[in-house]
């Protein structure tokens, strides 16, 4: 870190552009909403910035604190649906030829290319009442329905009258499958870059020694890419987080997450410094999550990092 | 089929083939190792010495032939479930585990009973002289020391077979010779059957008691050391196994039964035992070669006259390269064994190069 002494004019002159960017859009926006959170409403659109720590103590409120551990529920298990999926994809990725890898990889970055609503449109379009998961399933239904009569016990009625669509959307499943959706490159690619790092002679050398492929998964393979799991857990979890478009369109009345309350409260509630306060907890939130996760790499020094 | 393999067998390749897309990496490779042998596989890079070691351990399956190991056709079984371990280059140390934990892993995963679990790391330990390194977390440890841990936990499992593959050629030049000997003392100590793939052809020479010449797939030639440098049964292997002069020439069989007639540029027409007809090569190991200032020829030599052009010096020996007209240069080697003779030549002398007829070798591919 020595040569910026030498040419401290080519230093500021690089340093400049980007530090002038983060600081008009980035820094002063926060501290302003960070000052707004320490204030009162006043008017319609005037606050009074009084060091109130009121709008803190409203978000503990019951109620948006219930939402507030909702989102974590949510997120958590969208994240941990993500892990599930992701895991065995990236592992199928880093175990394909290595000339196939690019474009399987493509194939996961693809969904990026498509704007976020019109793909949660898209979504709302395959798991509505008459959309095609409903279709397939009426489809299975009146086959099951029809092999029954053929064998001669369609008179007990086994899968009922008639066939009931799922409702499967507007409620916590549908929040939890949209996330999922968006969220899943998040997961595989950290997870590949450390598979793919991972040397491959000790998954060999493990299966020499008698392990078979699963305790080699759980024994050499899980341990040494930890830190990539880690990764890919805080890299879901946080933007799972504060997802907003995705509980308002297929979430239902109850299944509003803590983006949609701030929201809220910056439009129609008219509510800045409540809106600011909670913005902050939020990241707080996510924080912590940046700090357990530093904390895990830190002490997992061995192993292989995404 | 068990009865057909002798007992003394404990690896059979039979027409073992593999192909990596065009590359065809096995040819059709046949052999058999005995038990309590220290075998090795040598041959340039790319030779598809690594892959048949692979082959062995069950990383990779052939297209073609089969593997049997102690009898057992391994056609179908997973590098799990068979009776082999490897040394791999890269050690694979598991980075995440202790000594202790690497050396006691294939116990574990096998179930064996606690107290043999410990009983048996200790004494693998104690073999590569580990012992009081049971906690130490790999990266504290240097790169002979990981070598010797890799060598502890393969040997831990008992196996049939332990194969090795290049495992000194990440240490330096004087812990490699070091290693070697080590080696070849432990396992006589063990009595494991030891496979080791080498490109390092003065490693194999000093450390198996047979070995494998392989050449684009195929092995060229199995035998033991001396043999093989003495007797090499080709060109191929004649330059790959130590330092060699070669002359091109034709050969008619001669007057007298069981010799032949050879005809090179640079050394006139010789006689020498052996039967071949057409293109030949002779060949003559440069230590094989004794370098006079005196001219003329003695009764039974090959004789050349020749400038000295280089001396490479190595201490103990030096290496002469001696311009006999067109062509490679005469490699002799002499030995610098009085220490305070001087040099006996000096580049610009002119000298006699003579080696025995019997010396000549007669390579016919």
Request: proline share 5%; hydrophobic share 45%.
């Amino acid at each position: 870190m020595e040569p910026w002494r030498k040419a401290p004019a080519v230093f500021v002159a690089n340093l400049l552009p980007p530090a002038a960017w983060l600081g008009v859009f980035f820094v002063l926006p926060l501290s302003l909403l960070w000052l707004y959170s320490f204030g009162d409403k006043v008017g319609i659109t005037g606050i009074d910035i009084n060091w109130t720590l009121a709008n803190y103590a409203r978000a503990a409120d019951p109620l948006y604190l219930g939402i507030l551990i909702k989102s974590v529920w949510i997120a958590g298990a969208a994240t941990l649906t993500c892990l599930m999926i992701g895991l065995p994809v990236a592992l199928a990725i880093s175990f394909a030829p290595r000339h196939v890898q690019p474009w399987l990889l493509l194939l996961i970055i693809l969904p990026f290319w498509t704007n976020l609503l019109i793909r949660t449109y898209a979504l709302i379009a395959v798991l509505r009442t008459n959309g095609h998961v409903n279709y397939v399933l009426e489809w299975l239904w009146s086959a099951g329905d029809g092999l029954l009569n053929l064998i001669g016990l369609g008179g007990y009625q086994i899968l009922g009258t008639g066939f009931t669509p799922w409702s499967l959307l507007y409620n916590d499943a549908a929040v939890v499958t949209g996330l999922v959706y968006v969220h899943l490159p998040f997961m595989v690619l950290p997870l590949y870059a450390a598979l793919y790092r991972l040397d491959r002679s000790l998954i060999e050398a493990s299966l020499d020694l008698g392990a078979g492929h699963l305790r080699t998964f759980f024994y050499v393979i899980a341990p040494l890419v930890l830190p990539g799991i880690a990764s890919g857990v805080i890299i879901t979890f946080i933007p799972a987080l504060g997802a907003y478009l995705t509980p308002d369109l297929l979430g239902g009345t109850d299944s509003q997450m803590i983006a949609n309350v701030i929201e809220r409260q910056f439009k129609a509630a008219n509510d800045w410094p409540f809106g600011s306060a909670l913005s902050f907890l939020l990241m707080y939130i996510t924080f912590f999550g940046l700090a357990v996760r530093s904390l895990l790499a830190g002490r997992r020094g061995g192993g292989v990092s995404a | 089929m068990a009865s057909q393999i002798s007992q003394d067998t404990i690896i059979r390749i039979e027409g073992v083939s593999k192909k990596f897309g065009r590359l065809q990496a096995v040819d059709n490779v046949s052999m058999e190792i005995k038990r309590g042998e220290f075998f090795a596989l040598v041959g340039p890079s790319g030779c598809g010495k690594t892959t048949l070691l692979r082959l062995l351990a069950g990383f990779e399956t052939p297209d073609a032939g089969r593997i049997l190991i102690e009898g057992r056709d391994m056609t179908g079984v997973t590098a799990n479930h068979r009776p082999v371990n490897m040394l791999f280059q890269s050690y694979a140390i598991f980075p995440h585990m202790n000594v202790e934990t690497n050396v006691s892993y294939g116990l574990k995963i096998a179930r064996r009973p606690r107290d043999e679990i410990m009983a048996r790391t200790e004494e693998a330990l104690g073999l590569v002289k580990l012992s009081g390194y049971e906690k130490s977390h790999p990266d504290e440890l240097s790169g002979g020391q990981r070598q010797r841990v890799a060598l502890a936990r393969a040997l831990v499992m008992r196996p049939a077979v332990l194969l090795l593959d290049e495992p000194l050629s990440a240490l330096d030049a004087k812990l490699r010779e070091a290693m070697q000997l080590e080696m070849v003392h432990l396992q006589k100590t063990v009595g494991i059957t030891f496979l080791i793939v080498t490109h390092d052809q003065s490693e194999a020479l000093s450390m198996a008691g047979r070995i494998a010449v392989m050449h684009q797939g195929s092995v060229r030639q199995i035998a033991p050391p001396g043999e093989l440098y003495e007797a090499p049964n080709c060109r191929f292997v004649a330059d790959f196994i130590g330092k060699i002069n070669l002359f091109e020439g034709t050969a008619r069989p001669a007057d007298q039964p069981g010799r032949v007639r050879v005809h090179t540029e640079k050394l006139g027409i010789l006689e020498l035992q052996g039967d071949a007809e057409g293109s030949v090569t002779l060949a003559v190991r440069p230590e094989k070669i004794i370098i006079s200032h005196e001219p003329g020829g003695l009764e039974g030599q090959i004789s050349l006259h020749g400038t000295v052009m280089d001396i490479a010096y190595f201490g103990g020996h030096s290496k002469l390269f001696i311009d006999i007209g067109a062509g490679q240069p005469l490699m002799a080697e002499i030995t610098n064994s009085n220490r305070n003779g001087g040099p006996r030549v000096a580049p610009g002398d002119r000298v006699r190069c003579g080696w025995r007829a019997v010396d000549t070798l007669l390579l016919t591919e």
